[in-house]
């Protein structure tokens, strides 16, 4: 069955997301939609990574609960700072932060976090991995926001991944 489906996931969004974007449940369309589930995951299989080494269910469960938290209240932070912006401007900075974390699927995870938390961009990886250089809307405490972001997401990050 792995031979014939070897990304049933896949496949099964490849076959909905079809559907959905044609907007119909025609026969000719459910059986294309079938093809290309089928086929686009046997001819790409050499195109996907391999699958981390996942563990600690229960850190990873915390870390999506910490990370919807920190999406919520820093955009309610970015949001009053720019209203505020006319009395105190924004202390705007790039900020360095060391890395322990070296695996690429930790790494991969890493920067989603930080795309999907308002306030901090992901700038740049250096090329041996043991800094991250990120933009962060509002630092007060440049030393507190490196203990903060390593402590709440890197270090979950090594638990799920190490």
Same mark, same amino acid.
């Given at each position: 069955?792995?031979?014939?489906?070897?990304?049933?996931?896949? $496949?099964?969004?490849? #076959?909905?997301?079809?559907? /959905? /974007?044609?907007? $119909?449940?025609? +026969? +000719?369309?459910?059986?294309?939609?079938?093809?290309?589930? /089928?086929?686009?995951?046997?001819?790409?299989?050499?195109?996907?990574?391999?699958?981390?080494?996942?563990? =600690?269910?229960?850190?990873?469960?915390?870390?999506?609960?910490?990370?919807?938290?920190?999406?919520?209240?820093?955009?309610? &932070?970015?949001?009053?700072?720019?209203?505020?912006?006319?009395?105190?401007?924004?202390?705007?900075?790039?900020?360095?932060?060391?890395?322990?974390?070296? &695996? @690429? =699927?930790?790494?991969?995870?890493? +920067?989603?976090? !930080?795309?999907?938390?308002?306030? !901090?961009?992901?700038?740049?990886?250096?090329?041996? =991995? $043991?800094?991250?250089?990120?933009?962060?809307?509002?630092? @007060? &405490?440049?030393?507190? #926001?490196?203990? =903060? #972001?390593?402590?709440?997401?890197?270090?979950?990050?090594?638990?799920? #991944?190490?």
């Amino acid at each position: 069955m792995k031979r014939i489906v070897p990304a049933p996931w896949l $496949s099964l969004g490849i #076959f909905g997301g079809w559907l /959905l /974007l044609n907007q $119909s449940l025609a +026969a +000719a369309q459910l059986l294309l939609a079938a093809a290309v589930a /089928l086929v686009m995951p046997l001819l790409l299989a050499s195109l996907r990574p391999a699958p981390g080494p996942l563990r =600690h269910w229960g850190v990873l469960l915390m870390l999506i609960l910490r990370v919807g938290r920190d999406v919520v209240t820093s955009a309610l &932070d970015v949001a009053v700072a720019v209203m505020r912006s006319n009395k105190r401007l924004p202390r705007s900075a790039f900020v360095t932060v060391p890395l322990d974390l070296h &695996d @690429p =699927h930790a790494l991969a995870a890493l +920067a989603i976090i !930080t795309a999907v938390v308002p306030g !901090t961009v992901w700038s740049e990886l250096a090329p041996d =991995h $043991s800094a991250l250089l990120l933009h962060v809307f509002d630092v @007060p &405490d440049e030393a507190a #926001f490196i203990a =903060h #972001f390593k402590h709440t997401y890197e270090r979950p990050l090594q638990e799920i #991944f190490g």
